[in-house]
């Protein structure tokens, strides 16, 4: 998650926070139908790195968004 929340930072800036939030949305479809998909231990633990990046990221990405909103209401 640290690597996904690194690599999040600076996509955020290019892309948005909604853009972010709905890759780390995609990237944890996908790596949970690898990790339950997965015939060998090499596939199984490449799910689990991309499942931590895109939580990572998405983490990252959903607490930004809270923080600049929460920002404007005091």
């Not at 948005?16 to 690898?34: C, D, E, Y």
């Not at 998909?37 to 199984?44: D, H, K, N, Q, V």
């Not at 991309?50 to 939580?55: E, K, L």
Request: hydrophobic letters at 60%; glycine letters at 18%.
């Amino acid at each position: 998650m640290v690597f996904g929340q690194a690599l999040g930072g600076l996509v955020l800036k290019r892309f948005g926070q909604r853009n972010v939030i709905l890759g780390g949305l995609l990237g944890f479809i996908a790596s949970m139908a690898l990790i339950l998909l997965s015939p060998s231990l090499i596939f199984l633990l490449a799910g689990a790195a991309c499942f931590g990046v895109s939580i990572g990221a998405a983490l990252l990405a959903g607490n930004v968004l809270a923080a600049e909103a929460s920002s404007g209401a005091g």
